[in-house]
């Protein structure tokens, strides 16, 4: 991995000068501690969010969005805050899951990572883990928070997609002895075990840890599906007085998973390929093949290699091509109907992560607080994927998709706050900068096939790689892809990045704290030249008691990819880089925190636009390029260019109210009205592809969603610690998928409840509790995503926890 150490020194320089000297003055000020009071040990700093005041579903402080530790309501940026309560109620173990009751925010069940998200229309591209990208092992092992962010956020993350991002906070010591443990089973054979345990050192209680394992064990209600995962977390926090706070901890996950669930083909498919429509047949009908047997022979053998020649041939008969993926009776093509799964068979997905961080934190002087945080992640990740979609005959065609993966990130960050209180308001100066190295590389494995046992199809015998490549499902014995895979080839692919990033952020509380003013100001830039500045800015006020009136503008910037790729590339050909992607959004609402909070949320007006979205351009590469039109594909190229173009606007409303202590309700809808393709240069103009892309709306981003969950606890009486609770969640009607001039598929509606009870009491001076959690009560059957996916059926899960 590449190292600037001409800028690393520095800041450890500047960074070990400030601690040296506030070390020398810190000393002498407290020679034994003093009595503790309820906040210490949990208001670290002015970075970092008073976390007492964190109540059920309830938040009111942003940790790491802007960062400065701001109340939610006097925060001009709309964020949102997930808190653990939820998470736990829920039983919710993937980032997926909990973003299910957020406004504006799409999952999609096929992409189980962050490009499965969705955010005002936008795709994601990764998650953060305490503002700091993050590609792999992403689930709710080690979690305090989430914070949605919504809308351009690169004056404080940097490179971002425009819809905003997911930051989920990481649980650290808080200077008590206290522990739990959970344990889970559930549908499908569902097993998890979480041990969270955190104390103070006896002999030194300035020296507080904690320890964090989990391990599950599942299948999953599609055929071949399974997590096999282990995680373990230990952190260390020193904290010697007041001025001074260090965090050290590690993280390691190693997992073995399959979650490929594609191949749910269009049935027209199938039923087009067993007996081919009359108007096709008489459409490709000519001198070579003059009769219907003949035409018939050949779309089955040209419609049996890919279903995208099928949807070819019926677009060009009838002027729209088909959805390739779509719904229908399974059970009539495939075993087991939905149950069925053709991505499944012998693949499997190997992470293993580690991550090692430090936070620094110095109360300089009481004006001047400094921070400093290290993050180093490291991922190997070992995919196997043998099949895809069934061709025409529901065989399965193979392909070796293996490919490993390994993924290097080393970010150095330090922040200088500035507070002072000046003519009756307080002001705030951040300073900071920040450092990342990147590396990734790309390999693929060899494959051996002499082990498979030869197969015999209409008195043809295969033998070897032949087994595979004609694999039937219904008749031949399953192919365990493991069992073929032998050494790494030699590295195919690397990338390196060096980005620095330097930024200020002032905010302003005036006027009695009724006014908040939020200005920030970014600039990144990569070792290849490519950089980008973006402001934000934001007010808000508070018009009557509990209510602010709010309002933002942000801009966004993200590097594009190469104007040039492919084999034919010559050395010292130019390839660079786009101009990047820029996108400027702006919020306009209102925020609360009415009645001390009994009611915290946003309701806000946005508009965003995005430009300079990368596209191939088509004419070059296709028509005038030689490289493309000779008789090799060796030497191919691709050209791009920019000038893609997506825009979206509408109306969020988020909610968390608890009218009274027993009771509970979280609140979330949106109404996007506009979501679409604004441009696309890849496009012919005039063109039937651009006809039915341009304009079109963007994929897995209904015009509506409504979202509300109950709790109501009893607090006295005969069902004192008794809980129960019921969400429902609506999905208006979404497009199948974005970038595709194939068709204009929409997944219909669908409506979903979820319940809740649980039960908390103290056993033997021990606190302890059970939950029983219903995840799609009444087993409702519907598909969703970008690839049409059937989602999960009913879910039941019962956990049991013991404090200690």
Known sequence: MKTAIRWIAPVWGAFLVTA?????????????????????????????VQSTREKGYRATDSKTATGIALELAKTPINIQVITSDFIQDLNLDSMHETLRYTSGVMIDEFNRDASGVRMRGFQGTTFYRNGVPRSNGIYTDNLDRIEVVKGPVSAFFGQSIPGGLVNYITKTPEFKTAGDLTLTYGSFDYKRAVFDYQGVLPSYHKLAYRVIATKRDSEDWRNFEYVRRSYVSPQVRWKPNSRIDLTVGYEWTLSHENLLNNGRTNLQFHADWANPPPDVINFNRNATRPTDAAVITFLKNRWNASIANWAADIGAVRGIRPPTVTTGNLASFYPEGRKYNTGGPGADKLFRTRNIDAALRLKATEWMDVKYTYSYYWDYVDRYQPFGFPNGDRTIPYAERTNVSWNFAEVNNVDVLFTKNILGGRHRLLVGGQITDTEAKTGTRRMEYTSLQPVVHNGVTFTGRNVALNYNPFIDPQIDVRNLIKEINPIVGRNYAHIRSYYVSYQASTFKDRLNTLISVRHEGNADGTSGTVPSFGVNYEFIPGFLFFASRSENFRVNGPNITGPGVRPGELQTNLPPEEAIGTDIGIKSNWKENALVGTLSYFTLDNKNERRTDTARTMLTEPRNLDNTNTNDVQWFNIGGRERSSGLELDLAWTPVRDYETVLAYSYIWEAKIV?????????NDARIQIGRRIGNTPVHQFKWWNKYTFAKGRWKGLALGAGVRFIGATPGATHQTIFDEYNPA????????GYRTKLMGRPVSAALTVENATNHIYVQGLNNTYADPRKIFLNVACGF
């Open 750 to 757: 669908y409506r979903l409840v979820d319940l809740y009870a």
């Open 679 to 687: 441009a696309d240069p890849s496009l012919a103009p005039g063109s």
């Open 20 to 48: 040296l000297s506030g070390l020398e003055a810190f000393s002498a000020e407290e020679a034994k501690p003093a009595a503790k009071t309820p906040d210490e040990v949990t208001t670290m700093s002015p970075f970092d």
